[in-house]
C-alpha cells in the first residue's frame, strides 16, 4: 500500500531529464498580471520540488503557477487538470510569455508550466529537482505537450 501510495503521490508533475536554459531575453507578457507571473515564477528558479507544495520553501507544478498568478493577483484553481479547465486555450503558436503550457502522461493532465516565450517555460518538474526553465527542444516535453492556456484576468 505505501508503494502505491508513493507512486501516486510522485505522479503529481512529470519528469524529464535536466536541460540548462538561461534567463536572457525572456520576452515581456502584454498585460501586467501575466507580467507579475512571470516575474515572480522566475524569482521561484531553485526552489526545490515537493509534492503538494504551493510556497517558496518548495513547490509542484501547479502550486508553482497558482502561486505565481496569486501573487499578481488572480487566482487559480490547484491541480494542473482543474488549472487546465479554467484558462482560454490556445495554441503553442498563439501563446505569450506568461500564458500556461499543459502537458499529458498518458491519457491525464499531469504538468502545467509557465510559458516564456522562444519556446521556453518556466516549471517545478518533479520531486528531487529544483524549480528550472527548460524549452521545447527537450524531446520529452515536446512529445507531452498537450495546449496553451490563457488565465483571463478578472472583472
Known sequence: ?????????????SSAPRQAE????????????????VFTAMQMVGVPYQWGG???RGFDCSGLVQYAYSNAGLQLPRTAAAQMNAVT????????AGDLLFFRDGK??????????????VHAPSTGKSVALDSFSNTYWR?????????????
Open 108 to 121: 491525464r493532465t499531469s504538468h502545467v508550466a509557465i510559458y516564456l516565450g522562444q519556446g521556453r517555460f
Open 143 to 155: 512529445m507531452r505537450f498537450t495546449r496553451a492556456g490563457r488565465v483571463q484576468p478578472t472583472s
Open 54 to 56: 504551493a510556497t517558496p
Open 22 to 37: 538561461t534567463s536572457a531575453n525572456v520576452p515581456v507578457p502584454a498585460d501586467a498580471a501575466r507580467n507579475q507571473a
Open 89 to 96: 486555450p490556445l495554441t503553442l503558436e498563439n501563446a505569450e
Open 1 to 13: 500500500a505505501f508503494a502505491v501510495g508513493l507512486a501516486g503521490s510522485l505522479a503529481g508533475c
